[in-house]
């Protein structure tokens, strides 16, 4: 499959990798075509790799991922165009934290919204899917590395098919958990929880470590 | 030990039920000397139980909880007294859920502080310790009713001292594994948690259920 990937830091270069690697062809995208790393990257990644601007990635891409910082993320798609996003799934990973006030970061949507409603309200004939924002971006592409894989990540988002793509890449890249949280506004629910992650990244002294639902 | 309970629903009289349960003299405290709900629950509970109001409660006990609703708790400890709480344990439970605009509920406090954090700098001389809020009451108090009650909580507080005593309840009422995250100010990690556990419990259809960290 064809996938563009917006965002060339740790996130979307780990992602890209990935994808990669199960027979995908990426393009990632920054604000510039010639974005240093992002050539890096493309060089390293092998032939099915490439890069270019936000718009050339969305527009590449048969489903595209969103792996920006969230302060920067809703100006990235305008960039990328709603044209090149149109009809297409947007995989959000990113998160809104507001470094602005120092650490720990806040929320800069509050809790009666979320980053990833107001992606989806920004690109209304796009399918965003919130998926694997609870995690560190090395245990995204591989959960096999924490707990022997045995833990849990959720897709929220309004359109069931596109959560059932989401869902497939999720289960190549290894995870077997995948919980369904339901609509878009359930973003709410996985971007709050990462005031959470953050203090068990401090207590735990480790980001390589996620939550296991149990009954 | 002599406890102090604030608050007459189903989280305070529970709480109340298992403490009388482990031997603990309880007073439930309320706005009146003669709420109904909490004299049927001295009556049902037995000898070592009794009420009062919130100054009462707090007065009475070596150590106190506060299970009242979020949105009074501020208001309650005013009206429980900083002199009657002073220099004792405020265990914390309570989140800072708003419902006035519908459900699913906002928090009031937003992502910058915490009611656990309110609650400490209006009692400056006690000792708040944030605990058990991000599960249902049932499992609060009976944590092997959840995959064999191994599953995580958490304390946050500033007072080490306090937070130890506070553990040795948690491990009273079964629970193995409890995580210190730090200072008071990491309630805002567990309080910002509850937007993902309403979106959970909706999503597994039961509130008996909590997150077991892997590494």
């Known amino acids: 499959m064809k996938i563009g990937i917006l965002g060339t830091g740790m996130v979307g270069s780990t992602i890209g990798s990935k994808l990669i690697a199960l027979g995908h062809e990426v393009r990632l995208g920054s604000r510039t075509a010639d974005n240093e790393k992002a050539a890096a990257w493309a060089t390293a990644a092998g032939p099915k790799a490439s890069h270019g601007t936000f718009a050339d990635a969305a527009a590449f891409g048969e489903i595209a991922w969103n792996c920006t910082?969230?302060?920067?993320?809703?100006?990235?798609?305008?960039?990328?165009?709603?044209?090149?996003?149109?009809?297409?799934?947007?995989?959000?990973?990113?998160?809104?934290?507001?470094?602005?006030?120092?650490?720990?970061?806040?929320?800069?949507?509050?809790?009666s919204d979320s980053l990833g409603e107001q992606l989806?309200?920004?690109?209304?004939?796009?399918?965003?899917?919130?998926?694997?924002?609870?995690?560190?971006?090395?245990?995204?592409?591989?959960?096999?590395?924490?707990?022997?894989?045995?833990?849990?990540?959720?897709?929220?988002?309004?359109?069931?098919?596109?959560?059932?793509?989401?869902?497939?890449?999720?289960?190549?890249?290894?995870?077997?958990?995948?919980i369904d949280l339901g609509?878009?506004?359930?973003?709410?629910?996985?971007?709050?929880?990462?005031?959470?992650?953050?203090?068990?990244?401090?207590?735990?002294?480790?980001p390589d470590f996620n939550v296991k639902i149990v009954r």
Not at 86 to 103: A, I, T, Y
Request: glycine fraction near 12%; hydrophobic fraction near 40%; aromatic fraction near 6%.
């Open 69 to 111: 910082q969230g302060a920067a993320s809703l100006e990235v798609v305008r960039g990328a165009g709603s044209a090149n996003l149109k009809g297409k799934v947007l995989v959000d990973v990113s998160n809104p934290l507001d470094f602005s006030k120092g650490m720990p970061p806040t929320l800069f949507t509050g809790s």
């Open 120 to 178: 989806q309200r920004e690109l209304p004939e796009t399918k965003v899917v919130k998926a694997l924002n609870t995690i560190n971006c090395n245990v995204m592409v591989d959960p096999a590395r924490v707990n022997g894989g045995d833990h849990d990540t959720f897709v929220s988002g309004n359109d069931a098919g596109a959560k059932g793509k989401v869902v497939e890449i999720l289960r190549g890249f290894g995870w077997k958990n995948v």
């Open 183 to 206: 609509d878009i506004t359930t973003s709410r629910g996985t971007e709050s929880y990462l005031m959470l992650w953050l203090r068990l990244w401090g207590a735990l002294g480790t």
